[in-house]
């Protein structure tokens, strides 16, 4: 898995000016369990991490970050992103999300979960706010089904 070339800015010139701030959402999916995977693979891109001095308030962490990632994005937290519902840390960082600045999510459910109507709906409103669907590849589930997972877990 190689995620630093889409991340990496344009030219080495801009890397050695700016650091890059990823912050990554993680929701009740069970693709979660994969989390030390990505961080592993982000933490290999250079100038990203220096430590954990992150701020702690949705407002104070939608200002540090350049980029937002949430992977997993569980059928849960997709439904209060897609209805304004910001209920917990993640959601207020995504409701307050500066929307000059990218936001990527990752869907992760159930074949069942993601093959209902309304998840489509949900997901047309959250690219309708101008955020970046990573599309699901199919693979083996933890439930032992074969349906759709987020490409950015390793499997």
Known sequence: MNLAAPLQPQSPAVAMQKNIHVL???????????????????????????????????????????????????????????????????????RAWDLSKPLLFCPAMNTAMWEHPITARQIEQLVSFGYTEIPCIVKKLVCGDEGQLCWLLPP
Not at 40 to 65: C, F, S
């Open 24 to 94: 990554v959402g993680v929701t009740g999916s069970v693709a979660a369990l994969k989390l030390p995977l990505l961080v592993t693979e982000l933490l290999k891109i250079p100038r990203l991490w220096k430590g954990r001095t992150d701020p702690v308030l949705h407002i104070d962490l939608r200002r540090w970050a350049d980029l937002m990632v949430v992977a997993p994005l569980d059928a849960n937290t997709l439904a209060k992103i897609a209805n304004g519902i910001c209920d917990n840390l993640l959601t207020c960082v995504v």
